[in-house]
């Protein structure tokens, strides 16, 4: 089955960084993505990365101050995120099964994580 396992949340101040895994398991390989969900706003793609090729994709929103990647040696994909803002706080939570290879930033994917909640603060 499948199972992606999110990690990393926490508390930053703004201006610094945190570091967001998934562990996937039982899925081959394709587009994991990064999704977000703050109070009374709908769900928002993040980044995405093809992990048969390592192509990522990025919401003009984090572009330059996010960076996803996936381990060398083993299925785990990483959100490192720089320069957070106070608008950046929110659930986060990776995603795997994009239903749609043209819109990997879409919210169509099919398996989630549990969520890994990010909070920044001035």
């Known amino acids: 089955q499948v199972q992606l396992v999110d990690s990393g949340g926490g508390s930053v101040q703004a201006g610094g960084s945190l570091t967001l895994s998934c562990v996937v398991s039982?899925?081959?390989?394709?587009?994991i993505g990064w999704f977000r969900r703050a109070p009374g706003k709908e769900r928002e793609g993040v980044a995405a990365i093809n992990t048969r090729d390592d192509s990522t994709f990025y919401a003009d929103s984090v572009k330059g101050r996010f960076t996803i990647s996936q381990g060398k040696s083993n299925y785990t994909v990483y959100l490192q995120m720089d320069s957070l803002k106070e608008e950046d706080t929110s659930m986060y939570s990776c995603a795997a099964g994009s239903l749609n290879v043209e819109r990997p930033l879409g919210l169509h994917y099919i398996y989630w994580g549990q969520g890994t909640q990010v909070t920044v603060s001035s």
């Open positions: 039982g899925f081959g390989r394709g587009f």
